[in-house]
């Protein structure tokens, strides 16, 4: 017996339906490895000025990263010092002449940002020594950042850029409505602090089966434009923990985290909700005490950071042998890997930007020196400046900390995540 034209429509419209439920939870089970991206900076004039060389180079396929010099305070009475010379393939590999613009086209965030509109969720967060870029590159330089919300610049970094082209496309699609609202908080000494609100109290983290890790009563700001979103941002920065060292004249005490939560359901199915999310994070460097010069509670703020940043360092290499499976992934050991459970290892499309120092000291050294605090005063003065006439060894400060962050983002590649759309639990 033919079908009916209606009976036709209705029967092929179920096989549709079908086959979209199929490619959904087909979709939930694809691998998304971590995007890595290397930036270097240039050198600063102050370095410049002490004679300070270049160690680290991007080369030409703009992929790999080449990290040529000597470690410092390795040295051996026969050895000398210990030779690097490695290359490290990622997905991009951005120069130090690249301006803001060009590493926003380079760095691989547009796909992140296109999928935080269709109701992914997307994490940016940037690692690397303190004083390597990280805030300049996420934010912007120190000098524009309290006017992100009046006007752009050719200084704008990653997140006043990816406001405005999320705002861009939202204009675009006629055929959807979007909510957009933002949250900001910081994690400073393992509390969490809400930079958005007025009150300064610690707020908890706790647990959901559905969501993971989430910090509770967390405020969140609708928001409508991008100059909306920067003003919160704005507002919140202003209150973020900074000090002082001999590495980086303005550093970041704390991790922060700003979460810009885009709600969104096509005009044709109004209650077939999605929330989609774009979670920057710029992590603070990590330090060496040796380095900085730190102390007091500074010094103390420094071990809180290298401690919250060992403990991310134990989970990606947990997540990076063999797919993170069989073995235990220690997210509890701290609140940022508790927090960063879903970028890390979860159901979030991720992209790393490390930053890293392309300078490294060249001065001379004396080997009696190097080798034994005593030795000058056993050989005398005038024998150790002969020896360091002829024994120039590369030492640099930044040097050690750029092969380790190198060798996080190698690690971080390794992760595998599987990104799934977030729909209404009630839908």
């Known amino acids: 017996m033919a079908l009916s034209s209606e009976r036709r429509k209705q029967f092929g419209e179920r096989l549709l339906s079908c ?20 930036r270097t900076r240039p050198i600063t004039p ?47 590999a951005v120069p130090p002449h690249a301006s803001q613009g060009a590493f926003f086209d380079l ?90 609100s007025a009150s300064d109290t610690v707020l908890p983290v706790k647990w959901n089966p559905h969501h993971g ?10 928001c409508s434009s ?7 941002f704005c507002h919140g920065f202003s209150r973020t923990r900074v000090a002082s060292h001999d590495m980086n004249t303005r550093s970041n005490r704390s991790h922060c985290m700003f979460t810009v939560n885009v709600h969104s359901a096509l005009v044709s199915a109004p209650k077939q909700l999605r929330h989609g999310r774009v979670c920057f994070v710029d992590l603070a460097g990590s330090e060496r005490a040796k ?24 989970v990606i290499t947990a997540l990076s042998k063999k797919g993170g499976k069989g073995g235990l992934v220690p997210y509890r050991d701290s609140t940022l890997t508790k927090l960063l459970m879903n970028s890390i290892g979860g159901n979030c499309k991720t992209l790393m930007v490390a930053c890293c120092s392309s300078a490294t000291e060249q001065r001379p050294r004396c080997l009696f020196v190097a080798v034994c605090a005593g030795d000058c005063e056993r050989h005398g003065a005038d024998a150790c400046a002969a020896v360091s006439t002829v024994l120039r060894c590369r030492v640099g400060q930044h040097l050690h900390e750029t092969l380790r962050s190198l060798q996080f983002a190698a690690r971080t590649k390794h992760v595998r995540n599987r990104p799934v759309m977030v729909l209404d639990p009630k839908e």
């Open 19 to 38: 086959a979209c439920s199929r490619l959904a939870l087909a979709l939930t089970f694809l691998v998304y490895c971590h995007s890595v991206v290397a």
């Open 46 to 92: 102050a370095e410049d000025a002490k004679g300070y060389s270049v160690a680290v180079t991007c080369l030409d396929d703009n992929r790999t990263v080449e990290i040529v010099g000597e470690i410092p305070d390795t040295f051996d009475r026969k050895k000398g010092p210990k030779a690097v010379c490695q290359q490290y393939a990622l997905d991009g």
């Open 107 to 196: 760095c691989g965030i547009k796909p992140l940002l296109l999928s935080a509109l269709e109701g992914f969720a997307s994490t940016v967060f940037a690692y690397g020594q303190t004083g390597s870029g990280k805030t300049y590159s996420l934010i912007g330089h120190e000098s524009i950042i309290d006017r992100l919300d009046q006007k752009s610049s050719e200084q704008d970094g990653l997140l006043s850029r990816s406001v405005k082209y999320v705002f861009s496309e939202i204009k675009k699609r006629e055929g959807a409505q979007f909510q957009v609202d933002v949250s900001y908080c910081e994690i400073y000494n393992e509390q969490v602090r809400d930079l958005l």
């Open 213 to 222: 890790f989430y910090v509770h009563n967390l405020t969140t700001q609708a």
């Open 226 to 232: 991008k100059a909306d979103v920067m003003r919160c």
């Open 291 to 314: 380095d900085t010069n730190a102390s007091g509670r500074t010094l103390t703020e420094s071990g809180q950071i290298n401690k919250s940043l060992f403990n991310l360092g134990k």
